[in-house]
């Protein structure tokens, strides 16, 4: 079982940025290919990126050159770094583990989510 807590949403400006943590339980976190995802009212979960144990990365396009990806196995902490938001980021953002390989689309464990709200 691995327990997943995000952290780091809140009220940002148009073109500003935030870095969301997502941090493990698991005692083999480095293990796990880990993904961020994210859900707007109204709107199916959204895949943004994930990261391999090595460090490889995945990005939707829609976030590809603003938002960076990264782990710290020490840590058993991910992270994903936000920047040049816009109000079309506003949304629940998951953290997400998988057992399955860095480009799966099957998830293991999900954390609870964290509101990331962008104003214009």
């Known amino acids: 079982q691995v327990q997943l807590v995000e952290s780091g949403g809140g009220l940002v400006q148009a073109g500003g940025s935030l870095r969301l943590s997502c941090a493990a339980s698991?005692?083999?976190?480095?293990?796990?290919?880990m993904g961020w995802f994210r859900q707007a009212p109204g709107k199916e979960r959204e895949f943004i990126a994930s990261?391999?144990?090595?460090?490889?990365?995945y990005y939707s396009d829609s976030v590809k050159g603003r938002f960076t990806i990264s782990r710290d196995n020490a840590k058993n902490t991910v992270y994903l770094q936000m920047n040049s938001l816009e109000p079309e980021d506003t949304a629940v953002y998951y953290c997400a583990a998988t057992l399955y390989g860095v480009r799966s689309s099957t998830y293991n464990y999900w954390g609870q989510g964290t509101q990331v709200t962008v104003s214009s």
């Open positions: 990261i391999s144990w090595s460090g490889d990365t």
């Open positions: 698991a005692r083999t976190f480095s293990s796990y290919a």
